[in-house]
């Protein structure tokens, strides 16, 4: 069975630090990993994707992801957070044998980012 | 352009009644989901429809009924509804012919039941 854990609910770190939002799956092949974020009221937004290839990926507004098999991880980073970048993060997991498209998403991560 | 468009956006009824939840995809993908976000913003698959197909079907009460006229929109109606129905659900798509690619999201339907 596919799923995806987010061990922290809150991360909140002080502009201009780095941040770091964990993730760890868990699949019965090899996953394609996903990261999107909400903003309040807002529908779910891409941010970037592991599919093959460079174990770091590179997304939008500046966030990077780093695929660790061995860990079974895909941490997202940012090397300085922005009060801006105060939102909802989900991970997402599809199974590379998929034939639905379906993605399991984890239980949210909310990042705070103080001035 | 609105890539994925629900409406309504929100919507406030009373138990027992009957409402339903358009949605369209100008992007021309062939497969949209339901997803139902609780008041904890846990995200849980609902239905998918495969070019007015369906193809998930996740355990989900009979009282949620998806219909796609074409593979531009995916409505979904909810009979009689109840207290827990209350939730955020987003409407997506997701291009055709690859399973690598990202989800697109509608801006949600916010429904509270009263």
């Known amino acids: 069975a596919q799923s995806v854990a987010q061990p922290e609910d809150q991360v909140n770190v002080a502009e201009g630090n780095p941040l770091t939002v964990k993730c760890t799956y868990s699949?019965?092949?090899?996953?394609?990993l996903f990261w999107y974020v909400q903003y309040p009221n807002r529908g779910l937004q891409f941010l970037l994707k592991?599919?093959?290839?460079?174990?770091l990926v590179k997304g939008s507004y500046g966030f990077e992801a780093e695929f660790n098999k061995s860990q079974t991880s895909f941490h997202l980073k940012k090397p300085s957070a922005l009060v801006s970048d105060s939102a909802l993060y989900f991970c997402?997991?599809?199974?590379?044998?998929?034939?639905?498209?379906?993605?399991?998403f984890g239980r949210g991560t909310q990042l705070t980012v103080w001035p | 352009d609105t890539a994925v468009s629900q409406t309504p956006k929100y919507l406030v009824t009373q138990m027992g009644n009957d409402k339903s939840i358009k949605c369209e995809q100008n992007?021309?993908?062939?497969?949209m989901y339901w997803y139902k976000q609780d008041s904890k913003k846990f995200l849980k698959i609902m239905f998918s429809?495969?070019?007015?197909?369906?193809?998930i079907n996740e355990t989900v009460p009979n009282r949620f009924s998806p219909k796609s006229p074409d593979k531009a929109h995916l409505n979904l109606h909810i009979n009689s509804l109840e207290l827990g129905d209350s939730a955020v659900y987003f409407c997506?798509?997701?291009?055709?012919?690859?399973?690598?690619?990202?989800?697109?999201f509608g801006e949600g339907s916010r429904l509270t039941v009263l």
């Open positions: 997402a997991v599809r199974d590379r044998g998929s034939t639905l498209g379906r993605l399991y």
């Open positions: 699949v019965s092949g090899n996953p394609y």
């Open positions: 592991y599919i093959t290839g460079d174990n």
């Open positions: 992007l021309g993908h062939d497969t």
């Open positions: 429809y495969n070019n007015k197909e369906l193809i």
């Open positions: 997506a798509s997701l291009p055709q012919g690859t399973n690598t690619g990202e989800l697109f």
